[in-house]
DNA sequence: GGCGAACGTCAAAGCGCTTTGGGAGGAGGG
DNA sequence: CCCTCCTCCCAAAGCGCTTTGACGTTCGCC
């Protein structure tokens, strides 16, 4: 069923079905009525493709995924965070198209996604500290958010972050106050942006103290369980083991709890843990009383806010670009106590 | 830059440009070369809606994700999965898209994507055991893949699915010959077909032996650490606790293990449990030694066999509908010993 | 009763591509 | 030398939709 035969059954023009269905005002509300109950009862949907062609527009939004043998994109975070951007997208008629693509080719996807035409904006994953990306879509003239921030990049975007820093700054200061010295950071990929922010707010709390950063204390990789397990387990059993531990995920936490449980050390008394959660839906930690002290901040939102934003910039093109700082809650859990004398 | 304005540069018409970038025998080997190279250089790319209008193909494959409260689709086997069919697609120039919907909306949207017309092909996520899409979707006409089975429907369709039942029947076998009696089954939504037939792999193996399963011990809900945690510790502590754990994830293994070991109990000694691995990328079974003795099953590969199938099924719409079962891998870790005496 | 505005509708052009049905020009055969 | 047959290329139609510009009708008002 398309619009022509829609149009000839109801012995209409398809201008004046296009017009009834796209709620324009030059048509009849009769005859809208019985253009629509038409339609549904027809099961006429216009083609997307067509419609797109015609309106220069394609009511799709792009993400496209980094994938490398490093660094896993398609992870437990980015899941979570495209649910959250679904739903906005859903609710508002776009589709999400994701494509997957190796580091070689990135901005030849770019390019081409653009000269394609098949999305109207996109959603940068995963910003590096100095990250090429944002320059190149700046200038292929695509809307685009970016989830988090590349910081040594000054040309204005937008984009939709956690306060990283500021959180892991508050982190390292409960930990601080608790009596620990030797706190061990459990990093991600420190040219990731996010990463970088985090272990900056953990330097400036410890050296607001007069304190410090021990680089055997510091290890930054792929945010697993295997990871957590294997980073603590070696600090652990090593000449000067930390008392505490700052993670940068619920996972790789589970994996440090269990590197102390191996040794017979028990979360929140003889060792400290703080992670940060980014309350996953089928991830969370604990229920009434959380397992494990975290910063929290949602990324289901933080997708939900993106999405809005990259869709507001759709239709208002010439207005500033939008950004959006989310503080990170603090949740006091049970895997965090004095220090052990 | 589009055809017309690539063709005029190139003083030729349209329909030779065309030819010469899709590889029509038609045009001369220089002339395709030049053609190649212009079109290199000024970075033309067909414009997709315009290409997929003409040939009534969209060059794209479409994931639906049913969202519920109950029940949440967008989790990390997802993730894992459409990472492994986005591989795929990549290769092939296909793009997916992905589509969000509450259960009330979900033949509408069905309909309304064929409709649309704006993909060639469909994967079916989480079937369950009468699955209504299977019969809607044949109906429309519309090539798909269903990734698990559903149990109650005899029409053909095209699957990739693990065994799911031979596996748990595996497993439940291996406790059995440990010595276990008391094995709790801690299962997913058992409306879910892998769900079911987990169970009545469990329930073989029993009957095998001439055990009736105890409904007591067996559960079921959405798989995550919390639920695995919640459930263990209440069977760890009722009146007759369970000496075995038979799980239907690993993110519900760790929440068992972690209600063991607050009860003071040692996995692989005090309590044994087994695990489904989906053999994660970020959520890895342990290194050398398995943390878990597990059923191994890569649900990445399934999704990149379930994207080969349907790429295949677009190109040969004729062919009978593919199917693949995948045997599980049966894993000996560290978490199961033999039953206390 | 006649005029202009407002209303409801339409035919046709155009979005950027593929594909059909030729057609010019040169090579080869009779 | 003419005719046929390739080879290489082209003009134009069409995919399904939106949108422009224009065309009857009807209505209110002088």
């Given at each position: 069923m398309?619009?022509?035969?829609?149009?000839e059954h109801?012995q209409?023009?398809?201008?004046?079905?296009?017009?009834a269905?796209?709620g324009?005002?030059e048509?009849?509300?009769?005859?809208?009525q019985?253009?629509?109950?038409?339609a549904?009862?027809?099961?006429?949907s216009?083609?997307?493709?067509?419609k797109g062609?015609?309106?220069g527009r394609?009511?799709?939004i792009?993400?496209v995924?980094?994938?490398s043998?490093?660094h896993?994109?398609?992870?437990?975070v980015?899941g979570?965070?495209?649910?959250g951007a679904g739903?906005?997208y859903?609710?508002?008629?776009?589709d999400m198209?994701?494509s997957?693509?190796?580091?070689?080719?990135?901005?030849?996807?770019?390019?081409s996604?653009?000269a394609?035409g098949?999305v109207?904006?996109?959603?940068?994953h995963?910003p590096r500290l100095?990250?090429?990306?944002?320059?190149?879509l700046n200038d292929?003239?695509m809307?685009?958010v970016?989830h988090?921030?590349?910081?040594r990049?000054?040309a204005?975007?937008?984009?939709v972050?956690?306060?990283s820093?500021r959180?892991?700054?508050r982190?390292t200061?409960?930990?601080?106050?608790?009596?620990?010295?030797?706190?061990a950071?459990?990093?991600?990929?420190?040219?990731?942006?996010?990463?970088?922010r985090?272990?900056l707010?953990y330097?400036t709390?410890?050296?607001?103290?007069?304190?410090a950063?021990d680089?055997?204390?510091?290890?930054a990789?792929?945010?697993?369980?295997?990871y957590g397990?294997?980073?603590?387990?070696?600090l652990l059993?090593?000449?000067?083991?930390?008392?505490?531990?700052?993670v940068s995920?619920?996972i790789?936490?589970?994996?440090?709890?269990?590197a102390?449980?191996?040794?017979?050390l028990?979360?929140?008394r003889d060792?400290?843990?703080?992670?940060?959660?980014d309350d996953?839906?089928?991830m969370?930690?604990g229920?009434?009383v959380?397992?494990?002290?975290a910063t929290?901040?949602?990324?289901?939102?933080?997708?939900r806010?993106?999405a809005q934003?990259l869709?507001?910039m759709i239709?208002?093109?010439?207005?500033?670009?939008?950004t959006?700082l989310m503080?990170a809650?603090f949740?006091?859990?049970a895997?965090?106590?004095?220090?052990p004398?």
């Amino acid at each position: 069923m398309n619009l022509r035969q829609l149009a000839e059954h109801l012995q209409l023009s398809q201008t004046t079905v296009s017009r009834a269905l796209n709620g324009y005002p030059e048509v009849s509300e009769d005859t809208r009525q019985r253009v629509i109950r038409a339609a549904r009862e027809l099961n006429y949907s216009p083609n997307s493709r067509a419609k797109g062609l015609a309106t220069g527009r394609s009511m799709a939004i792009g993400h496209v995924i980094p994938v490398s043998d490093r660094h896993q994109m398609v992870n437990p975070v980015f899941g979570d965070f495209i649910a959250g951007a679904g739903e906005v997208y859903a609710a508002s008629g776009y589709d999400m198209v994701m494509s997957l693509v190796g580091e070689a080719g990135e901005e030849d996807l770019y390019r081409s996604i653009r000269a394609r035409g098949n999305v109207d904006g996109m959603v940068v994953h995963g910003p590096r500290l100095d990250d090429c990306r944002i320059a190149l879509l700046n200038d292929l003239g695509m809307p685009f958010v970016v989830h988090g921030r590349a910081t040594r990049i000054e040309a204005p975007y937008a984009w939709v972050d956690s306060n990283s820093e500021r959180a892991f700054e508050r982190a390292t200061n409960h930990l601080l106050d608790l009596g620990h010295r030797r706190i061990a950071l459990v990093n991600g990929h420190e040219d990731m942006d996010f990463a970088w922010r985090r272990r900056l707010g953990y330097e400036t709390a410890l050296a607001a103290r007069g304190l410090a950063p021990d680089p055997a204390t510091m290890c930054a990789g792929e945010m697993t369980e295997l990871y957590g397990h294997e980073v603590a387990r070696r600090l652990l059993e090593g000449p000067e083991p930390p008392t505490a531990f700052l993670v940068s995920s619920l996972i790789a936490a589970i994996g440090v709890r269990r590197a102390a449980q191996d040794l017979g050390l028990a979360p929140g008394r003889d060792v400290s843990i703080v992670t940060h959660d980014d309350d996953l839906g089928y991830m969370k930690n604990g229920a009434d009383v959380p397992i494990f002290t975290a910063t929290r901040s949602s990324v289901r939102d933080a997708g939900r806010h993106a999405a809005q934003m990259l869709l507001s910039m759709i239709a208002a093109p010439q207005a500033p670009r939008p950004t959006r700082l989310m503080e990170a809650e603090f949740i006091l859990g049970a895997s965090t106590g004095p220090a052990p004398i």
